[in-house]
């Protein structure tokens, strides 16, 4: 008899490391030029301001794309779209190495960002349904684990590959590893379910639906709590804590390997206790270690004891919210990770705009205060989410005679494609 404990198949759980791998790649090339904005400025002979539009290019397309796909193909075969996004990604990898100006520069991440609409939310999806219910917690940190250890070896490595042999060098790399990455799941995944086919009917009343909705919020406010603080974490510890540049590099090493801890942790905790559980346990604490460095004096102990307790309980969170998603909407678990990742990138992009802005106003303290409310805003649309899912069980459970479910065109359009579910 299966119990919460009942191991995932060793097969199964090569996949998700190639999955996570894939993860992996897919934030080192976005965030390949957040690490080397110098060399790309240098290479192209372009401010550093034009530089950074080269992440909100490709955070935009992400943003928008990725409900998209899942409307226009989120039907087709997993396999098929993650294949898809790989190659769209290698393609633009490619085309910044090659990239003759500006103009394309900025095409060529537009490029990268469709190919990431595609990828996160689809291997997720996949991934989720690869294994039993009460696996899936695990299998999505699993894959989920790939963004830490981006943080922890992609970024920084990208970084010195454009310093000492260039940002094209970096592409070419990247693009090429994109491209070997789709040739083995191409040759290892054999699954061929296909998503669900989703019409943007289908989608508006997802949105519309308050559980789901809120849910969405959850993580718009965390990404954008954390983000509001971790944008400007260099010239923090630089600036404020008097770290040296070796000092640094040593701090956001702690950073990536306690976020890869928190990661290790989840997998294991997601099999005792509920999504909802992990989430409100992360914010808390991720709002009592903001709190801890607005009123703490700034000392060195006190912001690598930070650096140590805020990635963890991040780690903690993206895991715990895509498994959330996949459990407010099981028959559309692809439009609801997609709209999960465009949530999370406009969370980034909203947190450092308003971060940036109160840093540049009243200083590290103005950051902490955004970063504190807006992880409260996210608590209390967890809050929202989980007294509107609850209102729907219990009415479920009373259906007036003769009452349809509001969600039975939904159900009916899942049960034609009974491969999606």
Known sequence: MENAETPIAPKTSRLLFLFSFAMFLQLSTALAVVGSLGAIGATWHITPAASALLVTAFGLTVAVSAPVFQMVIG??????????????????AAAFALAPNYATLVVARIVMGLGGGLISPVLLALGSTLVKPHQQGAALATISMGISVATV???PAASWIAVHSGPRILFWGLAALLALTAAWIAFSVGDRSRGERVSVAQALHLLGTPSTLTGLLVIFFITSGIFATYTLIT??????????????SLALLVFGLSGLTGNLFVRRASSIWS???????AMIALIAVFAGLLSLPPAVWVVMAAMIAW??????AWPSQQRRMVE???????LALALSSSFLTAGMAFGSAVGGAAYTWRGYPA???????????GLAALTVSIRARAAVKNAAATPAAGASSPSAPLLATVHRHPRGT
């Open 235 to 248: 010239p923090v510890l630089r600036d404020v804590y008097g770290l040296s540049a070796r000092g640094t």
């Open 275 to 281: 999504a909802e559980a992990l989430l409100r346990s």
């Open 75 to 92: 039907h087709w075969v997993r396999r098929s779209q993650i294949l898809i996004g790989l190659s769209l990604m290698a393609l633009g």
């Open 153 to 155: 070896v992609g970024v």
């Open 367 to 377: 950051a902490l205060v955004v970063s504190i409310a807006l992880m409260a805003l």
């Open 328 to 334: 407010l909407q099981p028959a559309f678990r692809g």
């Open 311 to 316: 990635p963890f309980f991040s780690d903690m």
